[in-house]
C-alpha cells in the first residue's frame, strides 16, 4: 500500500513539472497576438510590477497570458476532438462533426422557448399593422434541417418544421405578414452549405433568394448569369474552431459577379452608434479574404444599418430588411429587383426603426433570419418604438 502511494506521489511530481516546464517555455515562446483558430486577440503575459502584484491585476493578467499563449492549447484541443472521434463522439463544444470532415452546429428544440417564439412573432405582426407595411418571414432553415444526411445517427436536433408551424399559428389571419416557404432551400441536392460554417454557400444563398422572390411575384434568373467567381479556397468556418481536427477540411467561397453597379452607406457602431459612417461601391470586402474571418466577404460583415442603392434603377421597389448575417450574402442576388435596400442589423442599431421605415417609404418589408435566431431574438420589441 506504502509503494501505491509513493508511484502516485511521483506520477503527481512528474505532471506538476511537465505543467511548469510548459508555463515556462510559454513564457519564454514568442507571444502571440491573435489566434486564427479562434478568431480573438489573445491575452498577453505581463511584464512584472509590483504595483500590479499588490492591487492583484498581475496575477490576473498573468492567469489569463498564461491560458491563452500556452503552447500546449491547440494540441491539446485537437487531441481531444481525435479521442471523441476515436470513441465514435461526434459533438463537441456545441458542434457536431463527422470523419469526413463536415461541420454542423448543434441546434435543438431546448435552445428556444415556445414563449418567445410566440412574442416574436406577434411583434411582426404588430409591426406590420403599426407601419402599414407588408412583413415577410424568411427564415432560413439551419444547416442540419436542410442536410439532415449531415448529422450524426441518433443526434438530437431542432424540429424546424414544428417551429415554423408555431409560427405561422400565430401570424395566422394577419394578411399583411407572410412565412416564406423554403422549397428550393431543402429539395436541392446541391451543397447548399458550407462544410466548416453554419451559414449557407453562395448556392444557398441564391435558393433562398429564388424561393422569395418567387413566393412574392418577382421573376428570377438562373444562377449561370450572376456568373460566380471563387475568391478563396481555404476558408475554416466558425465551427472548424469548435472542433479543429480535420485540417484538409477546407471551403471554397464564391461570390456573384456579373451585378449591377451599386453605392451603398453603411451607418454602424459596435455599440450600436450610429456614428461611423463609409461608402463604397461594392457588396464585397476583399480584404477579408485575407484574414481568418472570410464570411465577412460579404458586405464587410455586420452593421447596423446598410443602405444599398441600385443604379442601373432609376425607379423601382424599395426593400426593407430586418436581418442576421445571413442576409448578407443574400443581397447580391437580391438588388437585382429592386431599387433601394435598406438593411437594419438590431444588434448594432439603436435608433427608431419606424423613423427608417417613414423616412425610406419601402414597399415591403422582410425579416430575414436563421430560423432559430429569430426564436432566440430579444431585440425585435425595438421595431415597436
Known sequence: M?????????????????????????????????????????AKIPSFSVKKVLDGSYQDQMEKGLKDQSVLKTPAVRLAVFFDLATAHYDKNGTYFSPDGVYVKKETDDDYTDQRLSLNARIITRFADQTGQHA????????????????????????????????????????????????????????????TDHHYNTYGAYLSVKDYLTRTGFPTASIDRYVLSTVGEDFHGTLFRKAPLFEDSYDHVTIPSNLPDVKVKYSYGGDGRLDQESETDSLYEAGYMFTEDKYSVYMGGNHGLAVIENQKKKEGPVLFMVKDSFANSAVPYLIRSYKRIVMVDLRYFSGSVQDLVKKYDPDRTVIWYESLDFAQESRFPVLLR
Open 2 to 42: 506504502k509503494k501505491k502511494k509513493t508511484n502516485n506521489l511521483f506520477y503527481i511530481i512528474i505532471f506538476i513539472q511537465g505543467l511548469i516546464f510548459a508555463g515556462l517555455f510559454s513564457m519564454a515562446h514568442p507571444q502571440k497576438a491573435f489566434s486564427g483558430l479562434e478568431n480573438r486577440t489573445l
Open 136 to 195: 415577410d418571414l424568411c427564415l432560413i432553415p439551419p444547416k442540419g434541417a436542410a442536410e439532415p444526411d449531415e448529422l450524426p445517427s441518433y443526434a438530437p436536433y431542432l424540429d424546424d418544421l414544428k417551429l415554423r408551424e408555431k409560427i405561422f399559428k400565430d401570424i395566422n389571419g394577419n394578411e399583411k405578414v407572410g412565412l416564406i416557404p423554403m422549397e428550393n432551400l431543402l429539395a436541392s441536392d446541391r451543397e447548399r452549405y458550407f462544410r
